[in-house]
């Protein structure tokens, strides 16, 4: 069934997957900088910031941390989560498969903090060794002092195992795509 650690050319079982949860939540993260997403992204990383308006309704905000708290961003981009329900806290560990091309990639991330502010709110997940990159990704829902409530995601990355650094090109993309799914994803979430 694996191709080659994350990547998959069969989808894994759901016991495949608790068996890989488990395994990957008592290992270290695979990058030194946690937290960095909150300051500046460490160098050698590639780092990017999209930012998506979802509105100024009242309530807005509201939907917004509701879809975070049911990873609506990662579900509109057609990923599968392990538990299928994780909790947003600091510590919680999560596995995420998503079909690609010829196969399917399992990807093992730690939440490295929570931000729950009156007007931000959010959460950045940190890669275990079972992901294909290594970094850091925030989801953040900020509302300005206008009511104007934008959906933000920060990250750094770099491809870690062998077939995502030979494959830099298409990993890229990967990421690009996947990254517009993931505002889309939160876009229809809150109805924009």
Sequence with gaps: MAFGGPFWLRRPSPEHLQDLLASQCNRSLTYSAVGATR?????????????????SDPGTFGLAVAALNRWAPQRGAGMHLTPDSPVVAQ????????????????????????????????????????????????????????????????????????????GKP???LV????????????????GV
């Design 170 to 172: 298409v990993s890229r």
């Design 39 to 55: 300051t500046s992204p460490p160098p050698g990383y590639t780092h990017e910031r999209y930012s998506q308006p979802l509105g």
């Design 175 to 190: 990421q690009k795509r996947t990254t517009r799914k993931y505002l889309q994803g939160m876009l229809q979430a809150t």
């Design 91 to 166: 510590d919680e560990c999560v596995v995420l498969l998503q079909r690609m091309v010829g196969g399917f990639v399992t990807a093992a991330a730690r939440i490295v903090y929570v931000v729950d502010e009156p007007n931000r709110y959010g959460f950045a997940y940190g890669t275990l060794p079972h992901h294909p990159v290594a970094g850091e990704e925030a989801f953040l829902v900020e509302q300005d002092d206008r009511g104007n409530v934008n959906f933000v995601i920060e990250v750094f990355s770099r491809p870690r195992h062998p077939l995502a650094r030979l």
